[in-house]
């Protein structure tokens, strides 16, 4: 964990304490329906961290769960995430999620417009 602070246009940084993934436990996101940056992570503590946003939440689960099936390959859990957002080759991540979104919205409207067109008797 790292300490951040700005001293006039100096950025700074203290590391104020540090953990093993092979000693991480269990990663829980406390709510996977709601748009949330909580979550705790589950040593042989509980720490409760906040995200900068829920995206880089599950950010951090990924790099963490990539980082453990390269290196450790250790059994942890990932709970109270959307399953859907933690594996990078799911059609809805994150990468691809804007491009869908736009694509859906491009759709609507191009409905909206030709029901406008038609003309019902």
Avoid: Q
Wanted: hydrophobic fraction near 40%; include cysteine.
């Amino acid at each position: 964990m790292v300490k951040h602070w700005r001293v006039d246009r100096e950025e700074k940084y203290e590391i104020v304490e540090k953990w093993f993934l092979k000693d991480l436990e269990m990663i829980d996101g406390k709510e996977a329906d709601t748009d949330n940056p909580y979550f705790d992570m589950h040593f042989h503590k509980v720490y409760n961290m906040e995200a900068y946003s829920c995206a880089s939440k599950y950010t951090f689960a990924r790099s963490l769960n990539k980082l453990n099936a390269m290196y450790l390959k250790k059994d942890f859990k990932i709970v109270n995430f959307d399953d859907t957002y933690l594996n990078d080759d799911s059609f809805w991540s994150s990468s691809n999620r804007d491009f869908l979104v736009v694509m859906r919205v491009c759709f609507y409207a191009s409905n909206l417009l030709c029901l406008s067109l038609c003309r019902f008797s």
